[in-house]
């Protein structure tokens, strides 16, 4: 009875993760399909499956919007989204080595501090930061969303703090003795081992720029600087057709890199999590 009750129990929480799993991944799905149909056919019948599969919607999504080929787009995005993380990651791997390990004046002020601004919603500080960027003259360009991230994210830097309190401390007493300073201490010693936290900031913030939608549009207002969040809504047009296919196949495109990523780094992610807090 024992046996039989496991078994069950085991295949109840089989099913019930299989049909979550489906209903999370059918939007995807239903995106990824649609993009192989034709606009008539997309919202014209409820098979998932195409009756042919064809790519044309492809072929146009390509092409662009508004005479800017998608390509623009892409380059776009790579540029904002590369320099963004490479800016957030030592940034925030400075600025958590800080906090971790030297001693300053009303230390535990600035890291309160810190850590309410993550308390803060974007929306509090949109247009003080709009306003700040509209006078320095950033506004459509990529300056008001990059040099921002070099200053350091505090989500990240949280996150890197707990990982570094978990390495031993002894570790930068014997490199002070071997005549290291702080510096040294940081880039050969501290910042190597803590590559786990590295990788799991670099996948999450390139995920959130690469999502990013209310930044781009507050900044840019020129279509060659758009990314392609913003590209994708160009394929929508209240006062004509809509080009479903076109966009459904770019947001295909889109998501490609994302993916990659995640097959590629997954391993480093579950590790960064897990260890981090640990006390080595």
């Given at each position: ?159 890197m703090i707990q990982f570094i309190r978990g390495l031993p401390v002894e570790l930068d007493e014997s490199a002070k003795i071997d005549g290291c300073g702080r510096f040294r201490i940081f880039s050969k010693i501290i910042f190597p081992l803590i590559s786990p936290a590295i ?82």
């Amino acid at each position: 009875m024992r046996r039989t009750q496991r078994w069950l129990n085991l295949g109840i929480y089989h099913v019930f993760i299989i049909l979550f799993g489906v209903l999370m991944v059918y939007p995807v799905l239903w995106m990824v399909f649609s993009s192989f149909k034709e606009n008539t056919e997309i919202f014209g019948t409820a098979s998932l499956i195409p009756r042919h599969f064809k790519l044309d919607a492809y072929v146009r999504g390509w092409q662009g919007v508004g005479g800017v080929p998608f390509g623009f787009f892409f380059r776009n995005s790579f540029y904002y989204v590369i320099l963004a993380t490479i800016g957030t990651v030592f940034s925030s791997a400075v600025v958590a080595y800080g906090f971790a390990r030297i001693k300053f004046f009303a230390k535990n002020f600035w890291f309160v501090c810190m850590l309410l601004t993550m308390m803060l919603p974007y929306q509090v500080v949109m247009i003080p930061q709009f306003i700040l960027f509209f006078k320095l003259g950033w506004v459509n360009s990529f300056l008001p969303l990059i040099v921002p991230m070099f200053c350091g994210q505090p989500f990240f830097v949280f996150l890197m703090i707990q990982f570094i309190r978990g390495l031993p401390v002894e570790l930068d007493e014997s490199a002070k003795i071997d005549g290291c300073g702080r510096f040294r201490i940081f880039s050969k010693i501290i910042f190597p081992l803590i590559s786990p936290a590295i990788i799991t900031t670099t996948i999450f913030q390139f995920y959130w720029r690469w999502d990013d939608f209310l930044g781009p549009l507050l900044y840019l207002n020129k279509p060659r600087l758009y990314t392609v969040s913003l590209a994708l809504r160009m394929f929508a047009d209240p006062a004509t057709a809509t080009d479903w296919g076109g966009m459904f196949a770019m947001g295909t495109l889109s998501l490609v890199p994302i993916f990659i990523i995640f097959i590629s780094f997954q391993r480093y992610l579950v590790e960064g999590i897990s260890t981090t807090g640990l006390k080595g």
